[in-house]
């Protein structure tokens, strides 16, 4: 679907995102005394720290003293159970959350999938896919090229001519497909994938699944949160293996997953809670 510009191998080693002692912690207004008042809200603004807890602020350390280097043409898989900071990690990576502590450095422009390319419901599937190019950097003359592709690639079209409706009318999958197909027509320099595999049928997670490893070959690194232990295996020659916002692991695929799995008690139960600590 998209050009081979040039190839590259691992063993190049060129670091397409350094994250360098990473904390991020959220910030949850009114959950306590002075809810929403006036004075509560400028607490927060002059005093901060020792204010936020008065004014009922409360403090999520989402993502603890995370570091890792990542190389062009990786394809590094995130795991974790539920809550344990990979979606977060995810958006600091994409630059649309700050840090608190630490720093992350990237090379290149990260595409989270899906935010980058935002689609618009009241547009029908070709003018997102337009617009979607467009935000993405792409010329008119590139999208024009792989406008079939994309909407081939979707499947959107599979079952009448839906491309033509607008996005309103699309299942969520179908939504999810089209953002996929639109975000994998370019070659990203770093492409960061969010569960969007889990979200197609079998045949269409195949089509992406190959689509990622395509993207690797053509220099970009690619990041896949996923709770399929299986789609980590087929896509991924490393995993970062996060629990409670640390890394508890970074490694190669089996190896992690063998522990990852020992730990939730088997393949493929990941999402299961993790065991609460004190
Ligand atoms: N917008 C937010 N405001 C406050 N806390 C948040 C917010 N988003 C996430 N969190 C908290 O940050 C922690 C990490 O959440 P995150 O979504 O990154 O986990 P995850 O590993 O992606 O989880 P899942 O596998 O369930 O998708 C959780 O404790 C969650 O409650």
């Known amino acids: 679907m998209a050009d081979a510009t040039h190839e ?8 397409t995102v350094i994250a360098d002692g990473v904390d991020i912690v959220y910030r949850v207004n009114g959950t306590g005394a002075g809810r929403g008042s006036a004075t509560a809200a400028l607490n927060r603004i002059v005093r901060r720290r020792t204010a936020e807890k008065a004014a009922g602020v409360r403090r999520v350390h989402a993502v603890r003293n995370v570091s890792f280097v990542a190389y062009r043409g990786e394809a590094i898989g995130l795991i974790g159970t539920n809550g344990s900071g990979k979606s977060t990690l995810l958006k600091a ?88 197909s639109i975000a994998a027509a370019k070659d990203h320099d770093v492409l960061l994938v969010d569960e969007a595999l889990a979200t197609g049928d079998r045949s269409f997670q ?60 088997g393949p493929d139960r990941a999402a299961a809670e993790p065991a609460r600590k004190g």
């Open 8 to 15: 590259n191998s691992a063993s190049e080693k060129i670091p």
């Open 93 to 180: 990576v994409a630059g649309l959350l700050p840090v608190e502590h630490g720093r992350i450095y990237t090379d290149g422009q990260p595409s989270l999938l899906g935010v980058n390319a935002a689609l618009m419901s009241d547009l029908t599937g070709e003018r997102n896919v337009r617009l979607g190019g467009l935000a993405m950097g792409m010329s008119r003359e590139q999208i024009r090229d792989r406008y079939q592709a994309i909407v081939e690639f979707s499947g959107i079209n599979d079952k009448g001519d839906f491309i033509t409706l607008p996005m309103r009318t699309y299942s969520s999958g179908m939504a999810a497909r089209l953002r996929f």
């Open 206 to 265: 195949k089509r992406s699944e190959a689509r990622i490893r395509e993207l690797r070959r053509h220099a970009g690194t690619v990041f896949l949160v996923s709770h399929s232990n299986k789609s980590i295996r087929d896509t991924c020659d490393r995993v970062l293996w996060l629990e409670r916002g640390e890394l508890r692991m970074d490694g190669r695929t089996e190896e992690v997953l063998k522990e990852y799995e020992a730990f939730t008690g």
